[in-house]
């Protein structure tokens, strides 16, 4: 079965937020980002502390006070700095992928009995990717797209709804993906 589309910026974005729920680096990267970020947050709580708050006559207590609500500010904050960490990536990444002058592409996928290839086109630039189907670790779906990866930050993405992909193509689509696949799909809401 062979298919084309355009595959856009936002078709990209995509698959940056399905990695961003789904990948252990950004698992990592997301921690040290909370970790980093509750100096500021301590430092902002501790500065609010010690020039709002009156202060008691015994510096020990003093202290304890404004360090206790430094505290208290970076841990009632915390679940914001979570919340914050994918919005900021994909932000810091469509910043970064908008000066480049590099979508869209347009993607021949040809799905066989052996493998899964994808070429793109973008001017005078011809990539193909050939995945053996053993090779795909996962699939994960939201209600655009499908990633195939076949390793742990790469993936071939498929939208489902497109032009030039249509309903008998994507369900074409499906019936080879089950047959082939005994990885679980993962289904994403974000």
Same mark, same amino acid.
């Given at each position: 079965?062979?298919?084309? +589309?355009?595959?856009?910026?936002?078709? %990209?974005?995509? %698959?940056?937020?399905?990695?961003?729920? =789904?990948?252990?680096? /950004?698992?990592?990267?997301?921690?040290?980002?909370?970790? /980093?970020?509750?100096? &500021?947050?301590?430092?902002?709580? +501790?500065?609010?502390?010690?020039?709002?708050? &009156?202060?008691?006559?015994?510096?020990?207590?003093?202290?304890?006070?404004?360090?206790? #609500?430094?505290?208290?500010?970076?841990?009632?904050?915390?679940?914001?700095?979570?919340?914050?960490? $994918?919005?900021? $990536?994909?932000? *810091?990444?469509?910043?970064?992928?908008?000066? *480049?002058?590099?979508? &869209? @592409?347009?993607?021949?996928? *040809?799905?066989?009995?052996?493998?899964?290839?994808?070429?793109?086109?973008?001017?005078?630039?011809?990539?193909?990717? *050939?995945? &053996?189907?053993?090779?795909?670790?996962?699939?994960?779906?939201?209600?655009? =797209?499908?990633?195939? /990866?076949?390793?742990?930050?790469?993936?071939? !993405?498929?939208? @489902?709804?497109?032009?030039?992909?249509?309903?008998?193509?994507?369900?074409? #689509?499906?019936? !080879?993906?089950? @047959? =082939?696949?005994?990885?679980?799909? =993962?289904?994403?809401?974000?």
């Amino acid at each position: 079965m062979v298919t084309t +589309y355009q595959l856009t910026l936002d078709d %990209f974005l995509a %698959f940056q937020n399905d990695m961003i729920h =789904h990948s252990n680096q /950004y698992k990592r990267a997301r921690g040290v980002w909370l970790r /980093y970020m509750n100096l &500021p947050l301590f430092a902002l709580g +501790y500065a609010a502390a010690f020039f709002l708050v &009156p202060r008691p006559e015994s510096i020990g207590l003093s202290l304890l006070i404004t360090v206790g #609500i430094g505290l208290l500010f970076a841990l009632l904050l915390r679940p914001l700095l979570k919340d914050l960490h $994918a919005p900021l $990536a994909l932000w *810091q990444t469509r910043r970064v992928l908008n000066k *480049q002058d590099t979508w &869209p @592409k347009d993607v021949t996928l *040809q799905l066989s009995d052996t493998i899964v290839e994808m070429q793109t086109v973008r001017g005078n630039v011809h990539r193909t990717t *050939q995945v &053996p189907w053993t090779s795909i670790l996962k699939v994960n779906e939201n209600e655009t =797209h499908r990633f195939l /990866y076949y390793e742990e930050d790469e993936a071939l !993405i498929i939208p @489902k709804v497109k032009d030039g992909v249509t309903e008998v193509e994507q369900s074409e #689509i499906e019936r !080879i993906l089950d @047959k =082939h696949m005994n990885t679980e799909k =993962h289904t994403s809401s974000r």
